[in-house]
């Protein structure tokens, strides 16, 4: 099965930039897609961002669309997420996550732990 440890979440000013980071193992870690949900209090789970293993495809949610870019280094198993242009509202948890298809939000079988992202006012 697949592993997920992600890090690099923090305090930020609103208009500040994070980048976040997960490094995927297992053994067969590189046959999967991998994307980036978010949880802020009281609400539930929401998709921000994906991309395919290969790296040919990315998937964003309209809300950070333009802000948020998602990438991956192969040899690294590792997954990023560039923030820039923070804003209150994303303000929250920030898993990520690996499935067999990227654009099945539904469908992501294998979660990290998380890394708080907090954006100040």
């Known amino acids: 099965h697949v592993q997920l440890q992600a890090c690099g979440g923090g305090l930020v000013q609103a208009g500040g930039s994070l980048r976040l980071s997960c490094v995927a193992s297992g053994r067969a870690s590189g046959n999967y897609a991998l994307a980036w949900f978010r949880q802020a209090p009281g609400k539930d789970r929401e998709f921000a961002a994906a991309i395919s293993w290969s790296g040919f495809s990315t998937l964003y949610s309209d809300s950070v669309k333009g802000r948020f870019t998602i990438s991956r280094d192969r040899g690294k198993n590792t997954v990023y997420l560039q923030m820039n242009n923070l804003k209150s509202e994303d303000t929250a948890v920030y898993y990520c996550?690996?499935?067999?298809?990227?654009?099945?939000?539904?469908?992501?079988?294998?979660w990290g732990q998380g890394t708080q992202v907090t954006v100040s006012s």
């Open positions: 996550a690996a499935g067999t298809s990227y654009s099945h939000i539904k469908e992501y079988e294998y």
